[in-house]
Each structure stands twice: as C-alpha cells, then as structure tokens.
C-alpha cells in the first residue's frame, strides 16, 4: 500500500482502496483505512494561494443617467 500512495500523492484510502480491489487485493475498506493511519499516511496538503497585499482603490462612478459602467470604452467619451 506505501507504494501506491508514494505514486499516487493525492489519493485518499478510499482511493486507494478501489485501486488495490482492482490489483485483487481481498481487503476491506475498514481494514485498509485502519493499516492507512497505522503506516501514518496522509493526503498532501496543497500550498495557500497568495493573497492580495494592501487594500484595492474605490472605483469611481459617474452618477448621471445612461452613464457607460464598463471599463472597456470605444475610445470616444460618452
């Protein structure tokens, strides 16, 4: 079983559970989830995306009717 979760880093036990029925391992899924804790196998945790430093500036809205709200504009003034 350390093999396989060596290849496969992101698999769970349950994961691996149905790959090693299909290699025609006759275990139980409780078994294998109690050998899974017991060889101190975990799923790898994936690192934090980054967050945005600093606070983002106010857009500015014209406040007049049929004023264009997007930021893609013709070229010519509205």
């Known amino acids: 079983m350390k093999e396989v979760a ?4 992101r698999f769970g ?7 090693l029925r299909r290699e025609g ?5 409780n078994r294998i989830y109690r050998l899974y804790r ?4 975990t799923v ?8 945005a430093v600093g606070t983002r500036a106010p ?4 406040a007049r009717p049929d004023a264009r709200w997007s ?5 010519a003034p509205q």
């Open 6 to 9: 060596a290849e496969r880093r």
């Open 38 to 41: 017991e060889e101190g196998l």
């Open 71 to 75: 930021l893609a504009s013709s070229g």
């Open 13 to 19: 036990y349950q994961r691996l559970f149905i790959l």
């Open 44 to 51: 790898r945790k994936r690192r934090a995306r980054r967050r």
């Open 25 to 29: 391992e006759p275990s139980g899924i």
């Open 59 to 62: 857009i500015l809205v014209e």
